[in-house]
């Protein structure tokens, strides 16, 4: 602690080792290749069908997709209710 503020130091290795960790891209939404633009994603969630919500604060929508990752409805809601996951 110093001036009541926790202060946390990492050694210079990780103290596990690292690891190299190889991505693969299953879907991609936007891009130059579409029409497609997000402006500040703030959520992802999912619904028990595995359809795919992509909350947009700055431009106030809401993108669905679905599980295959096709992109369906763009909503303008009213109002989003946010609950704790």
Do not use: C
């Not at 579409?34 to 359809?51: C, E, P, S, Y």
């Amino acid at each position: 602690m110093i001036k009541g503020v926790e202060h946390i130091q990492n050694p210079s290795t990780p103290t596990d080792g690292s690891i190299d960790v190889h991505l693969k891209e299953l879907w991609r939404a936007g891009g130059s290749e579409g029409d497609l633009i997000f402006g500040m994603i703030t959520q992802i969630r999912h619904d028990v069908n595995g359809n795919i919500f992509v909350m947009d604060a700055q431009l106030s929508q809401v993108h669905v997709y679905s599980p295959q990752g096709d992109h369906g409805a763009v909503q303008k809601p009213t109002r989003i209710i946010s609950k704790t996951w």
